[in-house]
Every structure is written in C-alpha cells, then in structure tokens.
C-alpha cells in the first residue's frame, strides 16, 4: 500500500467515525467537537487530492471556502 493511498484510507475511516459520532451523540459537547474534526479533515482529503493541479484562483476558491465552513462550523460547534 503506497503512502497516499494509506493517508485517504485513513482520512476516510476518521471523516466516517467523527460524522457519525457527531450525529449520533449531537446535543453532547464532544460530539460538535467531532463535527469539527469532520469538516477538517474533509478539507484536508480535498486538498491533498485535488489542489496539487489547480491553478491560482481554484486555490483561493478552495481556501475562502474552507474559511467560510470552518468558521461557521467553529461558531455552532463553541459559540451558539
């Protein structure tokens, strides 16, 4: 099994297990923590896939983006 192919195995595994957590136990604190793993770790799978050949404004596409949820998902998960 080659590096990469073992980092989105497991990228996967800890997207699926912090979802479903987090669904699963939602009003409890460390759950929202897990929805926040989640989001995290979706955007770092993307990155690591698909960024490597994008050009500038797909790159500044994907980095507003991941700003916009990442802190949307901060304020539900620690503030609201």
Same mark, same amino acid.
């Given at each position: 099994?080659?590096?990469?192919?073992?980092?989105?195995?497991?990228?996967?595994?800890?997207?699926? +297990?912090?979802?479903?957590?987090?669904?699963?136990?939602?009003?409890?604190?460390?759950?929202? &923590? #897990? @929805?926040?793993?989640? =989001?995290?770790?979706?955007?770092?799978?993307?990155?690591?896939? +698909?960024?490597?050949?994008?050009?500038?404004?797909?790159?500044?596409?994907?980095?507003?983006? &991941? #700003? @916009?949820?990442?802190? =949307?998902?901060?304020?539900?998960?620690?503030?609201?």
């Amino acid at each position: 099994m080659k590096t990469s192919s073992f980092r989105l195995g497991y990228r996967i595994v800890l997207i699926v +297990f912090a979802l479903f957590y987090g669904i699963a136990a939602y009003p409890d604190g460390w759950s929202r &923590f #897990a @929805l926040l793993v989640a =989001v995290i770790a979706i955007f770092m799978t993307i990155e690591d896939r +698909f960024m490597k050949r994008a050009d500038k404004k797909q790159r500044m596409i994907f980095i507003i983006l &991941f #700003a @916009l949820v990442f802190f =949307v998902t901060f304020f539900f998960v620690f503030l609201a």
